[in-house]
């Protein structure tokens, strides 16, 4: 089965060009573990953290949408996502660990890491800073943020509303702009940043899509 992108040639820029060798890792939306695998075989310790599938989607409002025909749809479609995680965890030998948590209010016992890493996860999310500042607690040193790069977005810190009342797509609310996400990090005390922009390729089309990093430490 074909997933929406093919990010093997580009992962190690959809990364931020960062080593994980030796760190301990909070990913937050793991979807398949492609990201989780290369990290844990680049000599990581990750721990995974999705939401129960309850609470899944934090959906936009949008006028007259049948939401309980779209979550019965949607939520098959990310039960398989999560079934694909299991089956390659048991393929690599994995020791990935997958918390089923609210980002958002992470319990301390979920542990302290040394990186943090939302790997186009805030555009999906109502409060992108809410999430990033739940995550942070938990975050010792290092967090990356990668997302769409949308240039038109200049150089200020915003996040464009993406939904319309005509458009029936509900799981998807934000355009982030890199400084938004260098504000937000720096506000929550990671205020030494760097941002790289990089292409991948998105297999419905074959379009190399923009998108940008942002590793940002203590």
Same mark, same amino acid.
């Given at each position: 089965?074909r997933?929406f992108?093919?990010?093997?040639?580009?992962?190690e820029a959809?990364l931020?060009?960062?080593d994980?060798?030796?760190?301990?890792?909070?990913? *937050?939306?793991? %979807?398949?573990?492609?990201?989780?695998?290369?990290?844990e075989? %680049?000599g990581?310790?990750?721990t995974?953290?999705?939401?129960?599938?309850e609470?899944?989607w934090?959906a936009?409002?949008?006028?007259?949408?049948?939401?309980?025909?779209?979550?019965?749809?949607?939520?098959a479609? @990310?039960?398989?996502?999560?079934?694909?995680?299991? +089956?390659? /965890?048991?393929?690599?030998?994995?020791?990935?660990?997958l918390?089923?948590?609210?980002?958002?209010?992470?319990?301390?016992? %979920?542990?302290?890491f040394?990186?943090?890493?939302?790997a186009?996860?805030?555009?999906?999310?109502?409060?992108?800073?809410? @999430?990033?500042?739940?995550?942070a607690?938990?975050v010792?040193? !290092? @967090?990356i *943020?990668t997302?769409? +790069?949308?240039? !038109?977005?200049g150089q200020?810190?915003?996040? /464009?509303?993406?939904?319309?009342?005509?458009?029936?797509?509900v799981?998807?609310w934000w355009?982030?702009?890199? %400084?938004?996400?260098?504000?937000?990090?720096a506000?929550?005390?990671?205020? /030494?940043a760097? *941002? !790289?922009? /990089?292409?991948?390729?998105r297999?419905?089309?074959?379009?190399?899509?923009?998108?940008?990093?942002?590793v940002a430490?203590r």
């Amino acid at each position: 089965m074909r997933g929406f992108w093919d990010l093997r040639p580009t992962v190690e820029a959809y990364l931020g060009g960062f080593d994980f060798a030796g760190k301990s890792v909070l990913e *937050v939306g793991p %979807a398949s573990g492609f990201l989780s695998f290369h990290m844990e075989r %680049a000599g990581a310790s990750v721990t995974a953290v999705e939401p129960a599938m309850e609470r899944l989607w934090d959906a936009v409002p949008v006028p007259g949408f049948d939401y309980a025909a779209w979550r019965e749809e949607f939520g098959a479609a @990310i039960q398989g996502v999560r079934n694909s995680f299991w +089956y390659l /965890h048991h393929h690599y030998r994995s020791s990935v660990r997958l918390l089923e948590a609210d980002p958002e209010y992470l319990p301390a016992d %979920a542990g302290d890491f040394d990186v943090g890493l939302f790997a186009a996860v805030l555009l999906h999310c109502r409060s992108p800073l809410s @999430i990033l500042e739940g995550c942070a607690r938990r975050v010792r040193q !290092t @967090i990356i *943020v990668t997302e769409l +790069y949308d240039a !038109t977005l200049g150089q200020l810190p915003v996040c /464009h509303l993406l939904p319309r009342p005509n458009v029936a797509q509900v799981d998807t609310w934000w355009a982030l702009s890199p %400084a938004f996400v260098v504000n937000a990090l720096a506000l929550l005390d990671f205020p /030494h940043a760097r *941002v !790289t922009t /990089h292409h991948h390729k998105r297999e419905a089309d074959g379009m190399q899509v923009p998108m940008f990093s942002v590793v940002a430490s203590r």
